[in-house]
């Protein structure tokens, strides 16, 4: 993954990756599925002839919109695990409350914090899980540095509100990636 081998991506291929991860999410949330692990393992270029194309893999986790919420917690809960990757799972995943595509922009959220900055929003330096969860729920985001256009560190910001009614849709997050210069 090119994040390995760099501390941030420049605003330009963030970007491009961003607005093309709303789109995936996008035809995915209206064909009813929830991603629910949206982190850079899952975020691929694959070089398409053309250019680069971004693609979204592992839909392993994914769940149905029409599943409720507690069954998925139940059935986690009876196999002892997590299921997600908890530095880019919503505060209401980690609660274990009733979730939906809202969890995905949370988790996109993350994910272009980390592209654009190079770290987590949250201090969690080889955090436990518990710690992890507790940083989600109670501290607040750190800022994005100065190179982000104010437009999209807004955008960001908004997207990994601990509310998620307070985050915006994916269309806005891709017009916004798709329209600052």
């Known amino acids: 993954m090119i ?3 760099t501390r941030s991506l420049p605003i330009a ?29 899952n975020v691929f270029l694959h070089d398409g002839g053309n250019g680069e194309v971004v693609k979204v893999v592992d839909f392993g986790i994914a769940k149905l919109l029409d599943v409720k919420p507690e069954e998925v917690i139940e059935a986690a809960t009876q196999m002892g695990s997590v299921i997600g990757t908890p530095p880019y799972m919503a505060p209401e995943r980690l609660m274990g409350k009733a979730y939906d595509e809202r969890s995905d922009i949370y988790s996109l959220g993350v994910l272009l914090y980390l592209m654009m900055s190079g770290e987590l929003p949250f201090a969690a330096a080889n955090a436990s899980l518990g710690e992890m969860v507790k940083l989600h ?3 607040k985001p750190r800022e994005l540095n100065g190179d982000v256009p104010p437009e999209i560190a807004g955008m ?7 509310e998620p009614e307070r985050r915006p849709a994916l269309k806005d997050i891709a017009a916004t990636l798709r329209q600052v210069v």
């Open 3 to 5: 994040l390995r081998d």
């Open 13 to 41: 291929l963030c970007r491009e990756i961003g607005a093309s991860v709303c789109d995936v999410l996008a035809a995915a949330h209206a064909a009813g599925i929830i991603h629910r692990d949206i982190k850079p393992d």
């Open 156 to 162: 960001v910001m908004s997207a990994i509100a601990m």
């Open 137 to 139: 729920l109670t501290q």
